[in-house]
C-alpha cells in the first residue's frame, strides 16, 4: 500500500476495514496493523486488497485453539490514523461502535465482517418428521457477531435503513479464559431475510471474499431453486 495516498473508499477498501473490524488488531504503537485468521485463503485476498507484499505467517496458538491460524501484519502511521478517525482503535473489542463508512460501501463492509466473526448457518429442519414425514425444512441464517452491543446495534440499524430488514439481536454469555465470561452480540437473520441480504452482499461474482462462505450460499441457492 502507497504510505502517501489518500484512502478514497473502494469495494476492497471497504471489504479490508471489515475484516480489521472483526478479525483485525490496531497495536498500540499506533503504527501497525495485523489481521489473523485460520484461513489463509482469506489473509491472501486481505493482502491483495490492500496492495500488500508482507508475509502470511504461522501463529502460535494457545492450547485451546482446534485449528491453526495464520497472521500478517504491516506498519502503516497514515493508515492507521485513518482508521482511528473511522470508529476503530486498539483494544476495541467491546468498545466498537459505529463505523464512518459511505452506505454504497457498506454491503462490502458487511461481507467483510461476515468472513471476519459471522456466519452463514445451513441445515435440513427435520424435527417435525415424526408428524408427517413431509415437514422437512432447508433452513439458512445469516449471523453476525461482535463483542460490542452498540456496534451490533449499529449493524442492525444501517441494514433496516438500506435494505428494510430487520434481524434479531440476541446475546450469549460464553465461557473464556479461566473463571472469565465475555457476552457475544449476535444479529441473526432467517431464511427469506437471509437470502435478500446474501444477494445484496454478493452482488456480482468475483468479490473479494472467503470462498468457503460463499460456496455455503451458492450451493444453496443451487438446490433451493
Not at 465482517?113 to 441464517?141: A, C, M, Q, W
Not at 460490542?148 to 446495534?153: L, N, R
Not at 430487520?166 to 446475546?171: A, D, L
Not at 457475544?184 to 468475483?206: Q, V
Request: charged share 30%; with cysteine.
Amino acid at each position: 500500500m502507497d504510505k502517501y495516498k489518500t484512502y478514497a473508499w473502494t469495494p476492497k477498501l471497504a471489504y479490508a476495514v471489515g475484516l480489521i473490524t472483526t478479525d483485525g488488531n490496531l497495536s498500540s504503537d499506533k503504527r501497525h496493523i495485523s489481521l489473523t485468521s485460520s484461513d489463509k485463503q482469506l489473509l491472501s485476498t486481505f493482502r491483495e486488497c490492500l496492495n500488500l507484499t508482507n508475509k502470511i505467517t504461522k501463529n502460535i496458538n494457545g492450547s485451546f485453539a482446534k485449528r491453526q491460524s495464520y497472521r500478517i501484519q504491516f506498519g502503516n502511521v497514515l493508515f492507521y490514523r485513518w482508521l482511528i478517525t473511522i470508529g476503530l482503535m486498539p483494544r476495541k473489542t467491546s468498545r466498537l461502535a459505529q463505523i464512518e463508512i459511505p452506505d454504497n460501501f457498506l454491503r462490502d463492509f458487511l461481507r467483510g465482517h461476515l468472513d471476519g466473526d459471522g456466519s452463514i448457518v445451513v441445515y435440513e429442519d427435520r424435527y417435525n418428521t415424526f408428524k408427517d414425514p413431509k415437514y422437512v425444512y432447508n433452513r439458512l441464517y445469516v449471523n453476525f457477531l461482535s463483542a460490542s452491543q452498540k456496534h451490533i446495534d449499529w449493524i442492525a440499524k444501517k441494514v433496516k435503513e438500506i435494505l428494510d430488514i430487520k434481524g434479531n439481536v440476541s446475546f450469549d454469555n460464553r465461557k473464556g479464559r479461566g473463571k472469565r465470561t465475555k457476552t457475544i452480540w449476535k444479529l441473526r437473520f432467517a431464511k427469506k431475510k437471509s437470502l435478500r441480504l446474501l444477494s445484496w452482499i454478493y452482488y456480482k461474482p468475483d468479490l473479494p471474499s472467503l470462498k468457503r462462505k460463499q460456496e455455503t450460499y451458492n450451493n444453496f441457492l443451487k438446490f433451493n431453486n
